[in-house]
Each structure stands twice: as C-alpha cells, then as structure tokens.
C-alpha cells in the first residue's frame, strides 16, 4: 500500500490549517497557536470509487419517516436537566467545558451518584482512581455500578465500552485521550477531532449517552474544544469567577433544547449545591442604604434573577480615568457614560468609575443599563438610591428608555422578593396584565426622568 507522510501546521484553538508556520492565524487572530501535526494520506483510499449500483443508500420523503419520542436520562440534578432541555438523549455526546479548576470532575461525579440505578463508567485520563477515590468521599459517594478506567487509549476504550455495556460513560478529560493511529499528540487538534468522532460514533452505535470534558484555556495555547462544537450534540460551559463560589452551567449549543437555559450551582465543602432561587443568593449580601448600589433584573435562560449593580466613583488621581467593569461589557459602560454627560450634563472625564454586578455573574442583557446610568449617577452624587426599588430598561443613545422583554416574568419576581416598587420603560405598562399587585410600578420614558424620581 503506498502512502505518504506530510505535515502540516494547525491552530490549535480554531483548527485553521496553514502549510508553513505562521505566527498569528489569520481566522481567530490568535498568536502562537501554530503546531506541526503529520498527516499520512492513503493513496489507495484516494482513488476509492463508490459502486452505485451495488450501494444501498436510498432516499425518503419525510413522510415515510416514523417520528420518535427521543429517549431521556434524567439525572434528578435539575439545575443540570434543565440546561439539557429534560435530561441527557440517549446515544448523545455532550462537551462540557470549562477552566481547570473549576469542577467538572465534581459535577460529573454527583451526576452518577444521582443516577445511582445506572451502571457508570468514568474513564479518567487526569487522575488516578485513588484521587478520585478520595474525591468521591469527599462527596460521601456511595454507590455501586461505578466503574473507574484510567485509560487514554480510545481503541481499549472503545473495547470496554463494547464488552460492558455501560448506560452512560464519562471521559475525563478530551485532551487526555488518543488515538493510536495518529502519531500527533494528545491534545492536538488532530487528536482530538478523531477521538470526538470515535467518541460520537461509539455513542450511536451504542445508544449510550457519552459526556466529554474538556478543558479551555484563555491564551489558548492548549487545544480548546472549539473545534468540538461543531460535532457534538450538546456544548456546554461550566463557569464561574474562581473566588466566588457560584458556578453557572451555560448551555452553548443543544440540538435537543434551548440554549439559553443556565444551571447554577454553589461549590461547597462537599460538593456542588444546587441553587434554586438564584435571586436570593445574588442579593444575599445587599447593599441598604449605599450609594452607587442598584436592583435590577436579568433573564438566565427562561428565569429572571435580580441581581445588584454597583458603581464607584472615584476622583481620577493620575491623568487618565480608569474604567473598569466586572460582570458586564466594558463598551456599554462606556456608551452609558457619554449618554450620562450628554443627557444629565455629568462629566465624569475626571473620574475614575468601577462597576461591578454582585456575586461574579456575566450579564449582557440590555435591560440593566437604566440601572448602570442611575448606579453610576448616585455614587457620583454620593446619593443613594431606595433599596426596595428595581429598576429596569435598556437605554437608548438619545437618553430614551427603551422596551425590554419578559416583563411580567421579572416584575413577579421583584413582588415575590418583596421590593416595594419597580422601574420600567414607560413602553412596557401597555402589555401587562392588568391584575392587582402588592408591587407599585411606574413607567418611564427618559433617564432624565428616572434619575429626578428616584433622587
Ligand atoms: P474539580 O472538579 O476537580 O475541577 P475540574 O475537574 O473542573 O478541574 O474541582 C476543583 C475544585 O473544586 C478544587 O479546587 C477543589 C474544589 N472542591 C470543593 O471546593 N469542594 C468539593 O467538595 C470538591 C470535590 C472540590
Ligand atoms: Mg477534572
């Protein structure tokens, strides 16, 4: 059989392929993200022609085609089952990634012992049964039917899947694993893709969900499973601040569900808690009283969470002011800040400004910049601004206050949590039910007009 050997450079964050070495891909504009990977090409398989008359590859209307009730695992984790879309599809592949550290071997261990009626294999690349021992009575794990294989050749693998029939199987982790056919290591875009695509055609074959975990690193000078998403079925990122506690499990891609559900979790001493009322704990440690501090409501995924935005305003002691933002966009701040002058006559050019969502959340929903403007405005003033109110709505270039989405949703939760009053662009009052509520709600139609209310 004649074959050749030629290499080739890959970017190991976006899989741009280039046949010399170049410094900076020029499809994700990432640097150094370039490695040698060899390839042999099989020049007998090149020629391969398909005998049409002898294949059986037919075509069907869609008609023809029964429909089926996709059959689901629920794991009993419902901050996990609902990120699914209702539990893990059987035969599906799910990514789940994230930064090292930050705990989806946990996760990944409280999903099996929730699923104590199914036989479980780990297949861990990462760490020794030992380790996982350990961590698993650091859980107070206790089940039977969980087999553990330190193994990252995905031929044994793919053999002990075969010959055990496991219900569902975990491995720990994508960058650990090989193929031996490949001469790049593991890791490499290469490696990767190939032990996805066994991965996923074990699954299918086999009916028998499979979760990945795979590790992202922000230089992306390991292999981030970017390259993954597009094979697998479900992508989903596990994330959080490393300092604070909470852990929010976003789902990126699903064919079986929405994508824009979120699980939250708390990292705790033994394990992972899930959080049900995530408004309670984002305003756990609130603010009364204190300038610069403001209620305002996000949807995660089909719940809203109330969550606190807070401002610092401070005189700017070298020339140039800083602007820092934890939780949201750096360029909304900066937008809200030219409306502010432009709008309320603030000039703010010597001041330093610090904002901050409480808690270590990420939001980049439109609807909290009335309360950015009006946080930012009080810490300026040094006024502080009615703890029982919320404020809510997007702003627009113009200072107008512009129609967010889900109001009903967010103003139910505000009531339910006891505020006394709430904010909302004037444009909203039109579609809401008229019913009788324990929460005063006013409208506005200006930042102008926000700001003289509440100040
Ligand atoms: P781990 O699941 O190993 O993270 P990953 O697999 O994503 O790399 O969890 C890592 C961190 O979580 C570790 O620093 C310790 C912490 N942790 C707890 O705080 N409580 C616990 O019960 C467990 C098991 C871990
Ligand atoms: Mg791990």
């Not at 859980?139 to 087999?147: A, T, Y």
């Not at 601040?241 to 705790?268: A, P, Q």
């Not at 000039?347 to 909290?368: C, M, Q, R, T, W």
């Not at 004037?426 to 007009?449: P, T, W, Y």
Request: hydrophobic share 35%; proline share 3%.
């Amino acid at each position: 059989m004649s074959s050749k050997t030629k290499s080739q450079y890959i970017c190991q964050n976006c899989g741009y392929i280039s046949p010399r070495w170049i410094g900076k891909c020029p499809e994700c504009e990432n640097w150094n993200t370039f490695i040698e990977e060899i390839i042999h090409t099989d020049e007998k398989k090149k020629d391969k022609r398909i005998d049409l008359k002898a294949s059986s590859t037919e075509i069907h209307t869609i008609r023809s085609i029964e429909s089926k009730r996709e059959l689901r695992i629920e794991t009993k984790l419902e901050e996990f089952d609902r990120v699914l879309g209702g539990g893990l599809v059987s035969g599906s592949v799910v990514l789940i990634g994230g930064d090292p550290g930050i705990g989806k071997s946990t996760l990944m261990l409280q999903i099996a012992e929730n699923l104590s009626d199914k036989k479980f294999l780990y297949v861990t690349g990462e760490e020794s049964p030992v380790q996982i021992k350990m961590r698993a009575d650091r859980l107070n794990f206790n089940r039977d039917n969980f087999f553990i294989l330190p193994e990252t050749d995905l031929d044994i693998v793919q053999a002990i899947i075969y010959k055990n029939n496991p219900d569902i199987v975990v491995i720990d982790s994508i960058q650990t694993t090989y193929i031996s056919q490949l001469e790049s290591t593991p890791g490499t875009i290469s490696q990767l893709r190939e032990s996805t695509a066994l991965l996923i055609n074990i699954a299918k074959s086999t009916g028998t969900p499979i979760l990945i975990v795979g590790h992202i690193t922000k230089d992306g000078t390991i292999a981030g499973p970017k390259v993954l998403e597009h094979m697998v079925d479900v992508v989903l990122h596990f994330e959080g601040e490393r300092t604070h506690n909470y852990r929010i499990l976003r789902s990126i891609k699903n064919r079986f569900g929405s994508t824009n559900e979120i699980g939250i979790f708390e990292m705790t001493e033994n394990g992972l808690r899930e959080v049900k009322n995530p408004s309670e704990v984002f305003l756990s440690q609130r603010n009364y009283g204190a300038s610069g501090c403001v209620i305002s409501s996000a949807i995660e995924g089909t719940r809203p969470i109330l969550i606190e935005v807070q401002a610092l305003v401070t005189e700017t002691s070298y020339g140039f002011p800083q602007r820092t933002t934890m939780g949201i966009d750096a360029k909304k701040l900066n937008i809200i800040i030219a409306v502010l002058e432009k709008k309320l006559g603030l000039y703010l050019n010597k001041h330093d400004i610090f904002l901050n969502i409480a808690g270590g959340v990420k939001i980049s929903e439109p609807s909290i910049d009335l309360a950015i403007a009006v946080s930012i405005f009080s810490s300026f003033r040094d006024i502080p601004i009615d703890s029982e109110t919320v404020i809510l709505g997007e702003l627009g270039l113009a200072g107008e206050v512009r129609t967010i989405s889900n109001i009903e949703r967010r103003i139910n939760e505000a009531e339910k949590l006891g505020f006394k009053r709430i904010i909302i662009p004037r444009n909203n009052l039109k579609n809401l039910q008229s019913k009788k509520r324990k929460i005063e709600i006013i409208g506005v139609e200006k930042l102008k007009e926000t700001v003289s209310l509440l100040i």
